[in-house]
């Protein structure tokens, strides 16, 4: 069993800068790909950010070129550096693991419980 705490949300400023980060418990952190969705107000959840074990990475084309994804292996921890902020970057942020078909398919395994960003203008 996997659990993924997020943090790091809160209310940001237009073109300002955010870090979230999400710890994992489990043994098998290191074989999973680690990946970042965010579901905005009326929206469906959608993929933001993903990162394998040998740290390849995809984006979504919005987010791509401001927001990077990072992992420590070590200490089980994943990151989302969000650089230059939009009001439409204003949704749930969810940490998530698993063996996924490809990045930004939605069959991770394990999920977090999210943590909000506001992005005020």
């Known amino acids: 069993q996997v659990q993924l705490v997020e943090s790091g949300g809160g209310e940001v400023q237009d073109g300002g800068s955010l870090r979230l980060s999400c710890a994992a418990s489990g043994r098998t952190f290191g074989r999973f790909v680690m990946g970042w969705f965010r579901q905005a107000p009326r929206k469906e959840r959608a993929f933001v950010a993903a990162m394998d074990w040998n740290g390849n990475s995809g984006y979504a084309d919005s987010v791509k070129g401001r927001f990077t994804i990072s992992r420590d292996n070590a200490k089980k921890m994943v990151y989302l550096q969000m650089n230059g902020v939009k009001p439409e970057d204003t949704a749930v942020y969810y940490c998530?693991?698993?063996?996924?078909?490809?990045?930004?398919?939605?069959?991770?395994?394990?999920w977090g419980q999210g943590t909000q960003v506001t992005v005020s203008s």
């Open positions: 998530a693991a698993g063996a996924p078909r490809y990045f930004s398919s939605s069959d991770y395994t394990y």
